[in-house]
Nanobody, 115 residues
Framework: QVQLVESGGGLVQAGESLRLSCAAS????????MDWYRQAPGKQRELVAT???????DYADSVKGRFTISRDNAKNTVDLEMNSLKPEDTAVYYC?????????WGQGTQVIVSS
């Protein structure tokens, strides 16, 4: 089992920044793939940012150039730096782990961007 705890959401104005953090606990070794999803009201959950198998990063087109994912393997944390936020970024953001073909989700953290 993997437990995920997110933090850092809130209400901001368009153009401002937020940093989301996720801490994973449970396994002693090899948490797995950690990334960020979001779900806006009335929409399906979508992948926002992840790490590629080659060690790089990948982003949804809508956030490229504005969001940055980073991970601290020693601390089992993954962060999402969100800059130049737009009202359409309003959503519940979820930390996600894929470990041994099992998916684990955090409780979600709300981000609201006002225009």
């Amino acid at each position: 089992q993997v437990q995920l705890v997110e933090s850092g959401g809130g209400l901001v104005q368009a153009g401002e920044s937020l940093r989301l953090s996720c801490a994973a606990s449970g396994p002693r070794f090899g948490i797995g793939v950690m990334d960020w999803y979001r779900q806006a009201p009335g929409k399906q959950r979508e992948l926002v940012a992840t790490f590629t198998s080659g060690g790089g990063t990948d982003y949804a087109d809508s956030v490229k150039g504005r969001f940055t994912i980073s991970r601290d393997n020693a601390k089992n944390t993954v962060d999402l730096e969100m800059n130049s936020l737009k009202p359409e970024d309003t959503a519940v953001y979820y930390c996600h782990v894929l470990r041994f073909r099992s998916d684990y989700w955090g409780q979600g953290t709300q981000v609201i961007v006002s225009s």
